[in-house]
């Protein structure tokens, strides 16, 4: 393995997931990339997080975002995700003990709630604020969508448009209005609506995810010059509303189609650096270090790297900032969003 560059930086990793597929896996599945990137780790609880913290390293906390596990049985519909956050906050609550180490483990818990319910979204908020009154920091629902289903396959459910539809903004408002943050998952083609949503809710606290997921599969295949101008004018058009921040990763999933996904051997730090550049940096460029936090995506992104390559590659990418620029990019901004006191 590589050392370790500049192993003393705090990091807190604001975007993980924490899951048990292997029921899920042992099913049929479509052969789409995604399916056979999360196979590799279809079991990621509190030792394989740990495991992963502990690579080298200075992780010292870290942010759960929701990914549909451990949903409530037998629940109303839109109380069953309140089942996933009850969970988490007992994962966060043995690492708080100490005995895990100094890590604190989902110290904010970004949860589901359905926002097409509108203003009844409200009773399903608090009934995630009650399983983790201290821990609860904002929802997501995400809205990826592509007319082609070669792009997202079987994942892809919610239809196109969400953003706008009146019911969804009355949800986000539920959101604001309960002091939470949205966190958002679209493709970068969507982008536009997201401009959109967040000029019409500047009171809302908008992240936006995996840096919009730039496209490279399916019908965006061959593509990467032409989609990425479009991706930096959106990009640009988003850093202009000063209620958005981006999140910086992702880019490991399948949906860019770079040639390190599942490539063997695996890419080291470097080639990953060379790859993602362009994208990272013109969103440093735009948003400001401020509104910039690297993520790792974890266990989803081991379908190109594991988790102290990733943080490298971060790392060299982010190489010629300031070490202001550094602090907020690895620790500052996510503390701040999601208000996370250490």
């Known amino acids: 393995m590589a050392d370790i560059i500049d192993p003393a930086r705090p990091i807190i990793d604001p975007h993980h997931h924490l899951w048990d597929l292997r029921t899920v896996l042992a099913r049929p599945q479509p052969d789409h990339p995604f399916a056979r990137a999360v196979a590799r780790s279809p079991l990621y609880l509190l030792p394989e997080l740990l495991g992963d913290f502990g690579a080298g390293h200075n992780i010292v906390a870290s942010v759960f975002v929701e990914c549909g596990a451990y949903y409530r049985a037998g629940a109303p519909a839109a109380l069953r995700p309140v089942g996933e956050t009850e969970f988490v906050n007992g994962v966060a609550a043995m690492s708080a003990s100490g005995m895990y180490g100094s890590a604190r483990a989902c110290a904010g818990i970004v949860a589901y709630a359905d926002l097409t319910l509108g203003t009844e979204v409200r009773a399903v908020l608090a ?16 809205v990826a969508h592509d007319r082609d289903p070669a792009v997202l396959s079987y994942l892809q459910s919610p239809r196109a448009g969400l953003l706008a539809e009146p019911a969804f903004r009355a949800g986000l408002a539920e959101v604001a209005a309960a002091g939470l943050s949205y966190d958002v ?6 982008m536009p609506d997201l401009v959109a949503m967040a000029q019409a809710l500047p009171q809302l606290t908008i992240i936006c995810d995996h840096l919009g997921t730039p496209l ?3 019908r965006h295949a061959g593509q990467r010059d032409h989609d990425f101008t479009d991706w930096a004018a959106s990009m640009r058009a988003l850093a202009n509303c000063p209620n958005v921040v981006m999140k910086m990763g992702g880019l490991a999933m399948p949906f860019g189609g770079f040639a390190s996904f599942m490539a063997e051997p695996m890419a080291t730090a470097q080639m990953l650096a060379d790859e993602w550049r362009p994208w990272i940096e013109t969103a440093i460029s735009l948003f400001g270090a401020s509104r910039c936090m690297f993520e790792s995506n974890f266990p989803v992104d081991f379908g190109t790297c594991n988790y102290a390559t990733l943080w490298n590659a971060f790392k060299l990418i982010a190489a010629s900032a300031s070490d202001d620029e550094k602090t907020a990019l690895f620790s500052g901004t996510a503390a701040r969003v999601y208000r996370i006191s250490l």
């Not at 983790?132 to 629902?141: T, Y």
């Not at 998952?185 to 969507?190: D, I, K, N, P, R």
């Open 185 to 190: 998952w679209l493709l970068a083609h969507q």
């Open 127 to 142: 009934a995630h604020r009650a399983a983790a009154p201290e821990r609860l920091r904002g929802i997501r629902h995400s």
């Open 216 to 218: 490279g599969i399916g």
